[in-house]
């Protein structure tokens, strides 16, 4: 059992608290098939052509033809590249496919049994995924285990925060909740992301399902296989914080 102290967690979401496979097997294909007609469906909504401006910003083609802009997703999907105009778009086709039964979020078993205990304990619970702010809090709305976004305190996004392997998007988040850096914890599958937390002076702890084809341990940090082999004390006010690494505040 690995044992820390801190004020609030902050969950990855794809590989954490959920399956990675679900993510890529069922949620990614999902939105891929429904893309082209859902963006013909919804092409004059206001939010949609935000997001078509948003993408001929970021390839900085501002004469994109729809059918441009489109297969320009697609081609994100495709890639699996984490930009926000993707995950904004698949989060919305996923809200329909959730609304009609057709998807479900994916989380271990444990998983709501850990988020009660950290609520009980006065831990805050928040979420940080290059999946959109609504997409997490669908993934928890629709679990096999009912809802638990109420379990949730916060969630971050690309939009929001940053891109994840990025120590900026840490102090960002770090200086929403309030917390001191040494009192936050980043739990995620990814070593690039829990580097990125501890450059911001943040505890992290890699987590690692069993099968996991990348193998038992996240890279260069202590690694556990589910939630619940970690127990999380909140410190008292008073408690001093783990020093800080030199980085910059900037
Ligand atoms: C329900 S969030 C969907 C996850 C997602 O879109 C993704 O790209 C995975 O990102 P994560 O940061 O959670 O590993
Ligand atoms: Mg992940």
Redesign the pocket.
């Known amino acids: 059992m690995t044992v820390l102290d801190a004020g609030v967690v902050v969950l990855?979401?794809?590989?954490t608290t959920g399956s990675l496979s679900h993510?890529r097997e069922v949620?990614f294909p999902y939105a891929r098939r429904e893309l082209a007609g859902w963006l013909a469906r919804h092409g004059d909504e206001p939010r949609v052509r935000d997001l078509m401006d948003s993408v001929r910003r970021e390839l900085d083609r501002p004469g994109l033809e729809p059918d441009g802009v489109a297969a320009a997703l697609a081609a994100w999907s495709d890639a699996d590249v984490?930009a926000a105009p993707l995950?904004t778009v698949?989060g919305w086709i996923w809200a329909e496919g959730y609304a009609a039964g057709h998807l479900r979020g994916h989380v271990y078993p444990e998983v709501p049994g850990v988020l009660r205990a950290w609520r009980a304990a006065g831990i805050g619970t928040v979420t940080y995924?290059?999946?959109s702010a609504a997409?997490?809090r669908d993934?928890f709305r629709h679990t096999g285990y009912g809802d638990l976004s109420g379990l949730v305190d916060a969630v971050f996004d690309l939009d929001s925060a940053g891109a994840?392997t990025d120590p900026a998007s840490y102090r960002a988040i770090a200086r929403v909740t309030g917390e001191r850096p040494g009192r936050l914890l980043f739990l995620s599958d990814v070593a690039a992301e829990l580097d990125a937390a501890v450059a911001a002076g943040w505890q992290a702890v890699g987590v690692r399902r069993g099968g996991d084809p990348r193998g038992p341990a996240v890279p260069g940090h202590r690694t556990v296989p589910s939630l619940d082999r970690l127990r999380v004390r909140r410190p008292s006010p008073s408690a001093p914080s783990r020093p800080l690494p030199e980085v910059s505040s900037s």
Request: charged share 30%; hydrophobic share 30%.
């Open positions: 990855d979401i794809e590989g993510v949620l984490k995950k698949q995924s290059s999946g997409a997490q993934w994840k």
